[in-house]
């Protein structure tokens, strides 16, 4: 149906930044909202970034100011630019979906990646 491949993840010096890219392929009829989560060890996931099809913006206040999620539509990818990483920023990033597949009928989902780990030493 869906599958969404991440890439860009890795060991980082705080201060840091690393892009993070995830491109969705397969029987896709539309892709609606796109997104970033993360999730720590012992935490639970939380949202970092999304945007709309219509590229509207909504972040964590956690990294309000330093990430900038954007999109390709023409490419169905999303990227995260993360930038002035801190240590509370380590965690495994998911990149996430709701997409229309084409099928008969058409049947919308939410779909995730497979996730990319980032590390940011102190």
């Known amino acids: 149906q869906v599958q969404l491949v991440e890439s860009g993840g890795g060991l980082v010096q705080a201060g840091g930044s690393l892009r993070l890219s995830c491109a969705a392929s397969g029987s896709i009829f539309s892709i609606n909202g796109m997104g970033w989560y993360r999730q720590a060890p012992g935490k639970r996931r939380e949202l970092v970034a999304s945007i709309t099809s219509g590229g509207n913006t909504n972040y964590a206040d956690s990294v309000q100011g330093r990430f900038t999620i954007s999109r390709d539509n023409a490419k169905n990818t999303v990227y995260l630019q993360m930038n002035s990483l801190k240590p509370e920023d380590t965690a495994g990033y998911y990149c996430?979906?709701?997409?229309?597949?084409?099928?008969?009928?058409?049947?919308?989902?939410?779909?995730w990646g497979q996730g990319t780990q980032v590390t940011v030493s102190s």
């Open positions: 996430h979906t709701e997409a229309v597949v084409d099928t008969t009928p058409r049947i919308g989902g939410d779909y």
